[in-house]
């Protein structure tokens, strides 16, 4: 009752402030791009053999103090439980740690917006489970506004397990705190490089077979093998892709483009930041793509696409190829293809690339600290000690077992020496796909408090195909090019924000309008007069002076 409650009031306070979730705009590149920082993100990523050392806290720990706890449910249980409360992983949780847990959610999908409530109303939690990266004005303006507290002396005095990780791997702690040095949440962390990778385009193996051509490379090998599927195989779509939330989404991290040097947002280069949509190998990306348009090798409904429209042109054999996610991508789609088509076939391919052998330039990677499903502490806390211990368990030996492989016994048992899931997850009774299932009993399907497993992504990954995408995918520079985690300044923050907020409105009508047929590839240039005029030089500024900072940390 209390949450609800809670609830009435946020939504009360949305009506009187006009809901404020406008203003929540991301501050940070924070090498993260795209989809790929969405829930795969998660369910794709770990780290193995790095189970931090428990050290002083004792658990259960033993107290009578109930403390709040605010966070969305993740996407793979929405339609499974309702709330975190009938979650299992969640009341094993309170038992494990002997902290007992009220849970307070959005709803779905609606995270943002009921934060910024929330944060107005002044009723705030014990605990906030949020990206901080994309608050307006960074982590700093989350605890100078009075919202969340700089952790780091209760971490040096209640949080030993996280604190000896951070020591033992210097690289993820400079990541994990702001410019000044402050900690502000209990962080995500992908502890394996393997794990960090797990999104690029994939084919219809099958279909190449048929027609006797290889797996393509190159943009040529890419364009001679869409006509053949169009032709050859009757293909209405032959590479479609999700452009939800925005045009041509999946193909942000490098797909396609970065065959030409370039990516949709900022990168690194011989010690500048560039913006790939104003460099020329954009424009060349563009004419790539207005010819396989008019040419009937892209969607014709390209602009439009989302999940489900790509899933029944997948399932159905309109499309051949598209870009997508190891788990949630690949996962999903092959039985669904081979409903269709017993012999079909989905395989990885390479990054695609100019010229022949070359290596690709950029691809999907996210960073080892992912600043989703961490949590801060409010200033409004009862007990933040008892919070940083709390919280703590997820970076000790039992913590790092049970938030990646849930109860043993239950969920998981341990084959010489190796934790294998259970039939309960990977067959589960109840028909639930394994990312479903494992987010029942453990976190290892997506983000949260603690350092993610290897093993995990092992199992998870139960097609070879799919192992053998995560090879494929990452053998690119991407590493090279991109940026760490950075932040504008507090100051800083509401300017960038409005640049690239506008910055992005006239990306995506320029991609769009090109690709379309629209306006000619001609009017490239023109599109960089504008973004020039929208200060593109001030944000480069200021992504400049951010990473400057960050490496000087």
């Known amino acids: 009752m209390k949450n609800t409650r809670r609830m009435a009031r946020w939504i009360s306070t949305a009506l009187a402030i006009g809901m404020l979730g406008t203003t929540l705009l991301a501050c940070s590149n924070g090498g993260n791009s795209g989809s790929a920082n969405a829930n795969e993100g998660g369910a794709n990523s770990g780290g193995n053999g790095n189970a931090p050392t428990s050290a002083v806290a004792t658990y259960p720990i033993q107290t009578d103090t109930t403390l709040t706890y605010w966070g969305e449910l993740t996407g793979n249980l929405v339609g499974v439980k309702n709330t975190h409360q009938d ?8 038992e494990n740690t002997g902290v007992p847990l009220e849970f307070l959610a959005p709803p779905a999908g609606q995270g943002r917006e009921a934060l910024n409530v929330m944060l107005a109303s002044g009723d705030l939690p014990d605990m906030i489970e949020y990206n901080f990266m994309s608050f307006p004005g960074g982590p700093e303006k989350a605890i100078s506004d009075g919202y969340i507290l700089r952790l780091n002396d209760l971490i040096d005095k209640h949080a030993p397990n996280l604190k000896k990780y951070l020591q033992d791997n210097p690289d993820i702690d400079k990541m994990v705190k702001t410019d000044s040095g402050s900690y502000y949440v209990f962080p995500f962390i992908r502890g394996d490089e393997y794990l960090r990778v797990f999104q690029g385009p994939m084919i219809r193996k099958d279909c190449l077979d048929d027609l006797g051509l290889p797996v393509p490379e190159t943009i040529d090998e890419w364009t001679a093998t869409l006509k053949a599927f169009k032709e050859k195989k009757g293909a209405a779509a032959p590479l479609s892709m999700v452009s939800k939330p925005r045009f041509f989404n999946e193909s942000y991290n490098g797909a396609f483009l970065g065959a030409f040097g370039v990516i949709q947002g900022f990168y690194q280069e011989d010690g500048k930041i560039k913006f790939g949509p104003a460099e020329p190998g954009f424009k060349e990306y563009l004419r790539l793509f207005q010819s396989w348009y008019k040419e009937g090798l892209l969607d014709k409904n ?23 996610n190891a788990g949630g991508g690949m996962g999903k789609w092959q039985p669904l293809i081979e409903a269709n088509d017993p012999k079909a076939v989905l395989v990885a391919t390479p990054y695609p690339v100019l010229n022949k052998g070359d290596k690709p330039k950029f691809g999907q990677r996210n960073q080892a600290y992912s600043s989703e499903g961490t949590v801060a502490i409010t200033t409004a806390a009862k007990n933040p000690e008892l919070a940083v211990q709390m919280l703590d368990y997820g970076y000790s030996e039992e913590g790092h077992m049970f938030f990646n492989f849930g109860e043993e016994g239950v969920s998981y048992e341990m084959v010489d020496g190796y934790p294998k899931y259970t039939d309960l997850l990977m067959k589960n009774p109840d028909k639930l796909a394994p990312a479903q299932a494992i987010s029942l009993y453990a976190r290892g399907s997506y983000n949260g408090p603690f350092v993610q497993d290897k093993r995990y992504a092992e199992q998870f990954f139960a097609l070879q195909t799919q192992r053998d995408a995560i090879e494929i995918w990452k053998n690119t520079d991407a590493a090279k090019y991109q940026l760490p985690p950075i932040t504008p300044t507090p100051e800083e923050s509401s300017e960038y924000a409005a640049i690239m907020n506008d910055m992005n409105t006239l990306v995506d009508e320029m991609t769009i309008k090109i690709i379309l047929g629209d306006e000619s590839v001609d009017q490239f240039e023109s599109y960089v007069e504008k973004m020039k005029s929208l200060r593109l030089d001030r944000a480069i500024e200021i992504q400049t002076a951010a990473l400057e900072r960050y490496n000087s940390r």
């Open 87 to 94: 979650v299992p992983f969640f009341k094993k949780w309170q």
């Open 302 to 324: 390209i602009a439009t696409v989302d999940g489900k429209a790509l899933d029944s042109n997948l399932a159905s054999g309109a499309t051949g190829a598209t870009i997508g």
